[in-house]
């Protein structure tokens, strides 16, 4: 069956460009991004790539591990590199999973059979500190995805997962939030000293608590 958002993510044991690893053991406490590419030494994966590399301070500062995948083996990965290097300015520092025998593939239904039958597609799974499944996206393998749209979802699940908020549409960070409808008035005014602003009895803004 298809993963949900809050199942546990599976563990797997895979061949990647920095060595065998154990899915679990090297998230640690750590949060983690999976994603899948549809293929090596092809344009937009290239891009996309590159620019998750040049963003890796940014999931580091998040405390947040990147780990990339697509069928084509490690060897195949590893000779692509110089590519994404010369043309995006920026070397990989990130591992890539070689599953060319589709295991992990399968495991997190990266193949979409009516959209490719033997390509995974450009999936992410965003997993918390406690290995369950945070966020699911799946794109085409003829749209990029946006860095900056992962960072702040990231930025939302994090800043959600401490404080009975959740964020509104196109909410980035450092902007107001809303306090949880469960929360009443009287617990909202010790939770949330910053004060806050009730539009409706169900839509309180508070600014971000941990600004
Ligand atoms: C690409 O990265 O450009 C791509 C990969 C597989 C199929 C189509 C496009």
Redesign the pocket.
Known sequence: MALRLGDTAPDFTADTTDGTINFHEWLGDSWGILFSH??DF????TTELGAFSAAKGEFDKRNTKLLGLSVDSVESHNGWKGDIEETQGTALNFPLIGDPDRKVSDLYDMIHPNANDT?TVRSVFIIGPDKKVKLILTYP??TGRNVDEVIRVLDSLQLTAGYSVSTPVNWKDGDDVIIAPAIADEEAKTKFPKGFKTLKPYLRVTPQPNK
């Open positions: 549809p293929k092809t344009p937009v994966c390509l393998a003829s």
